[in-house]
C-alpha cells in the first residue's frame, strides 16, 4: 500500500514542494494504518479497564498521544528523505 502511494508520489509530485497534495494524502494513510493497527485494539482492551479503573484509561489517553506524536516524528523524517530523493 505504502509504495504505491510512493509510486504516486514519484509520478505527480516531481516539480512540486513538500507542500503537495500527494504528501498530505501519504500523511492521511500513515494515519489510518496506524489507527487500524494499534489504537483500535488497544481501545477494545483498555475500554473494559476503563469502567474499573480512572488511571487505565488515563494510560490509554497517553498511549494515543505518543502515538500520534510517534507518527508526526515519523512524517516529518520521511518528508526530508522524500525531498532530498526528489532533488536529485
Known sequence: MFRSVIKLERK???????FDDSHMWMKIYMLLTFVLIFIIPTGIIFKIGMFFN??????????????MIT????MKFQDNEQMNKFSR
Open 12 to 18: 505527480y509530485a516531481k516539480h512540486t514542494g513538500p
Open 71 to 74: 507518527i508526526h516524528v515519523v
Open 54 to 67: 480512572f488511571l487505565e484509561g488515563l494510560a490509554f489517553l497517553t498511549s494515543i498521544a505518543a502515538g
